[in-house]
């Protein structure tokens, strides 16, 4: 069997606690069927799925993991794909995304997620005035499932029935919910060079983006989800509006792997047309005699916050990264100073190139971080097929904030003695689970007395 240990997320913002079905709603079972997983260390698979066939339009209300027994090392992730204005397929999916997908597959999969769930997830449920909507006329008939198997030992004969039960309901809610995802690209712009303690990547969703995607009323963020892959350390979501800086939507400075939850905010926070969001992601490759870059492979890297908001947005997702041409600017400097060699200009031939950068030099680690610091972000936000204009452009980065004040600093207690994290308490946090914090104090402060 695969199993993982949990985590528990005790500081940051506030998890699901009631995950009763509510009276009268009904459910659909998205699995997998006897799904033969390859023995390959990291496979995506797809598969599409017809809605349940609605006269009038319906919500979905919650979900949660369906996970096969056994497997539970083995699924790590689950992203759910709408599918706009495909009520049939003539042939359906079920096989390795990317490969040999149908255009209809394709179609869903080039749009925007509907939900997901991460390894460490227990599932959600919507207020009881909130839901997603489907079927009648809203378009959205079928969705596709984007399944990630993390395989590392590469085993052999492994079989998955695995998914989502999703939740829905035909009594209509007072706000359909969308989802936002705000993102670094996952490709080889997202560059960490190997061997460095702590990495900063970050990147944005500017002002004109969330003016042209968020109603003029705002949104409100129920849930949000952080993502990066094995590298990843830390990741903030930090929220600007009108040159100065908000309190952070989510902050996790102890990032698991295996354990990647929906965060509800401890206080309302709203989302205004015009607002700036900022994705931050903080990685280690000291342990790594290779770089690593943005892709999907547990291996690379991602970063990226999804919030689940209400009222609906048309803006769906923000993606920006370093454009290919500054890395091109970047290798030919490092050429120059004989730091490393010049490959040609192809992204292939970048990733070539940046695998050559002696990463001994003291000074290549400099020129490094004020290039993640200073160069410009090449822009792509788009939204509902029928109700966003995208918008492409490079932009300038970073833009100027004035800094969210800061709070007087809380004792730690680091525990260094027992192996264990810091651990820093604040505010209405105490509240989260206090039995548990007094045992954690004790032993932490233990060695302090």
């Excluded at 984007?146 to 989502?164: A, Q, R």
């Excluded at 990685?283 to 892709?295: K, L, P, Q």
């Amino acid at each position: 069997p695969l199993f993982r240990s949990r985590s528990v997320n005790l500081l940051d913002g506030k998890e699901t606690n009631d995950l009763s079905v509510p009276t009268g709603a009904m459910h659909v079972d998205l699995t997998m069927d006897k799904t033969y997983v390859p023995s390959s260390a990291t496979t995506y698979w797809c598969k599409t799925f017809l809605l349940p066939k609605l006269e009038s339009e319906a919500q979905i209300i919650g979900y949660d993991p369906v996970i096969e027994p056994g497997n539970e090392g083995l699924v790590h992730h689950m992203t759910v794909y709408e599918c706009y204005n495909v009520t049939s397929f003539e042939t359906g999916f079920d096989g390795v995304c990317r490969a040999n997908m149908p255009q209809e597959a394709w179609r869903c999969y080039a749009t925007v997620a509907v939900l997901g769930w991460a390894v460490g997830g227990r599932g959600e449920r919507f207020p009881s005035d909130v839901g997603y909507p489907f079927g009648g006329k809203t378009g959205l008939h079928s969705v596709l499932i984007e399944m990630h198997y993390d395989n590392p030992k590469t085993m052999t004969g492994l079989v998955d029935s695995s998914g989502l039960r999703l939740y829905y309901t035909t009594i209509p809610r007072k706000y359909d919910a969308t989802t936002v995802t705000v993102a670094y690209h996952s490709d080889p712009s997202l560059f960490l060079l190997r061997k460095q303690q702590a990495i900063t990547v970050s990147t944005i969703c500017p002002a004109n983006c969330t003016k042209a995607g968020i109603p003029k009323e705002g949104v409100t963020v129920l849930y949000t989800l952080l993502h990066s892959h094995i590298a990843g350390r830390a990741l903030t979501l930090r929220h600007f509006r009108n040159g100065k800086e908000l309190p952070e939507i989510l902050r996790n400075d102890n990032y698991d792997f295996n354990y990647q939850d929906t965060v509800a905010p401890a206080k309302e926070i709203k989302i205004l047309p015009g607002d700036t969001l900022q994705i931050e992601c903080t990685y280690t490759t000291e342990s790594r005699s290779f770089n690593t870059f943005g892709g999907l492979g547990t291996n690379d890297e991602m970063c990226l916050a999804t919030m689940t908001v209400y009222p609906a947005a048309t803006l769906r997702n923000c993606l920006s990264r370093i454009p290919y041409s500054h890395f091109t600017s970047f290798i030919n400097d490092s050429f120059v100073k004989g730091w490393a060699q010049y490959k040609g200009p192809l992204p292939s031939q970048i990733v070539d190139g940046l695998n050559t950068i002696d990463v001994s030099n003291p000074s290549v680690r400099k020129a490094y971080d004020e290039f993640l610091s200073t160069a410009e972000r090449e822009l792509f936000c788009n939204g509902k097929l029928d109700g966003f204009i995208p918008i492409s452009a490079v932009v300038p980065f970073p833009q100027k904030f004035e800094p969210q004040p800061t709070e007087e600093p809380v004792p730690q207690c680091t525990g260094s003695g027992l192996g264990l994290q810091s651990v820093t308490l604040s505010g209405a946090h105490y509240l989260k689970a206090i039995p548990l914090m007094l045992l954690l104090f004790v032993f932490l402060c233990f060695e302090t007395i």
